[in-house]
């Protein structure tokens, strides 16, 4: 059986490394791939949204089965484009997609179906929403609408925060036409959670879950990047809690988007927040998660193509979703600078790994040899019976894997530790 799937960065990675578990998978393509993937799959230099040759190249090679991993090419639709020449797909097509396109359309889903969120205001204009922000309570956050590398989010703890993130979006468009619409909304504290969720439109499997850590400096500090490790599953999150979840948000919002025609196949994640009055969704994406995939998909023991499968043929309900017990934990190894400026072009040496899945987000492969060349380089994952002995598997063996100006945080699973000691 043939297998394509789009994108090339860890999460792709993670994906392949658990699709080839399947004895039925021969062959599998990764469009355009990485240096690291290319030891799990043929990679083949075509874009994630060069959608009319990600078609063309399904036709000409009799692809079986395709996974869209990334959001943009989702968002423009490519599972529409292969449905279409004949090829089955997982992920959302290109209405269920907006989910995650436009947080506007997300939150006033969310509103018209009483599913718990922050209270939002939408803006088109500048002026009016500095105006909001100039009397809105403090601290904020400012959101554009669109698709943003996972760093569209500015948390503004003062007014002139609020005002430069209003005008850096609507003004200078430092996110382009992302930012032409940004959503305000009110501030959450708590505990985050991520919870991917396998789902045919009706029925839905949530997946062990998960904590990111997005800041790039130890303690939750620094900017904003697209994920600096995560472990699973989240000690905060309770069966009480998932209970709850699945009540008052997971299938009211699969029930919802089918009420509006836009029915989700695919993975769907929710981003939550465990506030003191109950969790709240924090935001949805269209896909799996990166880096969240990297510790989620190693605890799981079903067979992950025939959940695809399952998701895209509506028979979910009939198909075992069973993750082991323990714990998983990622690190990610980045490019110093990140997620700013940064060189790249060091080698890479993975020989010192002992125990750990490395998960290849950003190198290239010349000659045989891995150099680096993105922000994110490397997802370095361990399993474990406790969190504790995944960690600790994970930075033994970042401390034996090597590149020039290679940068990781060394307090990741610090807070779940925290909470499973309480």
Do not use: W
Not at 101 to 123: C, D, N, Q, V
Request: aromatic share 8%; proline share 4%; net charge negative.
């Amino acid at each position: 059986m043939k297998i394509m799937v789009v994108g090339g960065g860890g999460r792709e990675h993670a994906i392949i490394k658990k699709l080839k578990e399947n004895k039925s998978v021969t062959e599998i393509y990764a469009l355009p791939g990485n240096g690291g993937i290319a030891a799990d799959a043929v990679c083949v230099n075509i874009g994630a949204k060069d959608i009319g040759k990600i078609v063309d190249f399904a036709k000409t090679n009799v692809v079986d089965f395709a996974v869209v991993a990334p959001d943009d090419p989702l968002v423009l639709g490519a599972v529409d484009a292969l449905e279409s020449a004949g090829v089955p797909c997982f992920g959302p097509d290109k209405k269920a997609a907006v989910i995650e396109g436009s947080k506007r359309f997300s939150k006033e889903l969310m509103k018209k179906y009483g599913i718990p969120t922050a209270a939002f205001e939408t803006f088109t204009d500048v002026e009016s929403a500095l105006e909001y922000v100039a009397h809105c309570n403090i601290p904020v956050v400012i959101k554009a609408d669109g698709l943003a590398l996972g760093k569209g989010v500015i948390i503004a703890k003062s007014r002139a925060e609020a005002a430069d993130a209003v005008n850096s979006m609507m003004r200078d468009k430092k996110f382009g036409d992302s930012g032409t619409t940004v959503v305000i909304e009110q501030f959450l504290s708590g505990p985050e959670v991520s919870v991917l969720a396998f789902t045919d439109g009706k029925t839905v499997k949530p997946m062990v879950s998960s904590m990111d850590h997005k800041r790039a400096g130890n303690g939750d500090t620094g900017l904003n990047t697209g994920g600096m490790g995560t472990i699973a599953p989240n000690p905060f999150y309770t069966d009480e809690i998932a209970a709850e979840c699945m009540e008052k948000i997971f299938l009211p919002t699969i029930n919802a988007m089918c009420r509006e025609g836009r029915a989700f196949k695919g993975c769907l994640y929710f981003g939550l927040m465990l506030t003191e009055d109950g969790p709240r969704v924090i935001e949805y994406n269209c896909r799996f998660g990166d880096p969240e995939t990297q510790v989620v998909l190693p605890l799981l023991e079903s067979d992950l193509l025939e959940i695809m499968q399952a998701c895209r043929n509506g028979t979910l309900d009939k198909t075992e979703v069973r993750f082991k017990n323990g714990a998983a934990a990622c690190v990610v190894m980045a490019s110093d600078g990140y997620p700013e400026k940064y060189d790249t072009g060091f080698e890479i040496d993975l020989s010192g790994n002992k125990s750990s899945e490395v998960f290849v987000a950003g190198a290239k492969l010349e000659s045989g040899v891995l150099f680096t060349s993105g922000g994110r380089v490397l997802g370095v994952t361990a399993v474990g019976d406790t969190l504790d002995s995944a960690l600790e598997t994970a930075y033994a063996d970042v401390k034996r894997i090597t590149f020039k100006n290679a940068y990781y945080r060394d307090d990741i699973g610090a807070r779940a530790l925290s909470a499973f000691k309480d």
